[in-house]
Nanobody, 124 residues
Framework: QVQLVESGGGLVQAGGSLRLSCAAS????????MGWFHQAPGKEREFVAG???????FYTDSVKGRFTISEDNAKTTVYLQMNSLKPEDTGIYYC??????????????????WGQGTQVTVSL
């Protein structure tokens, strides 16, 4: 059973930065994609960024140039570096993993396991 644990959320002023972490354990498949999703208050969960087992990355347009997704060498932790944060970035951030060959899924139903989420609040 894959377990994902997010951390690093918090309260930050607009323009500030946060780094989220997602620690994965129990993964038995070698080809995968890790994704970060954002759920703003009262809204659907949406894809933010993803990274696949080959190191390829993909971002939604609203975070390009501000957020960076990366993975440690041991391939057990995925990070989301968030810079130039805006109030609309407020919400719960979830990490997820999909058993996939190359593509980075952008729909939440394409992911197999999820973390519990971490709250990010960006104030004016």
């Amino acid at each position: 059973q894959v377990q994902l644990v997010e951390s690093g959320g918090g309260l930050v002023q607009a323009g500030g930065s946060l780094r989220l972490s997602c620690a994965a354990s129990g993964r038995t498949f070698s080809r995968y994609a890790m994704g970060w999703f954002h759920q703003a208050p009262g809204k659907e969960r949406e894809f933010v960024a993803g990274i696949n087992w080959r190191g390829g990355t993909f971002y939604t347009d609203s975070v390009k140039g501000r957020f960076t997704i990366s993975e440690d060498n041991a391939k057990t932790t995925v990070y989301l570096q968030m810079n130039s944060l805006k109030p609309e970035d407020t919400g719960i951030y979830y990490c997820a993993i999909a058993n996939t060959i190359i593509i980075i899924p952008t729909l939440d139903r394409q992911y197999d396991y999820w973390g519990q989420g971490t709250q990010v609040t960006v104030s004016l």
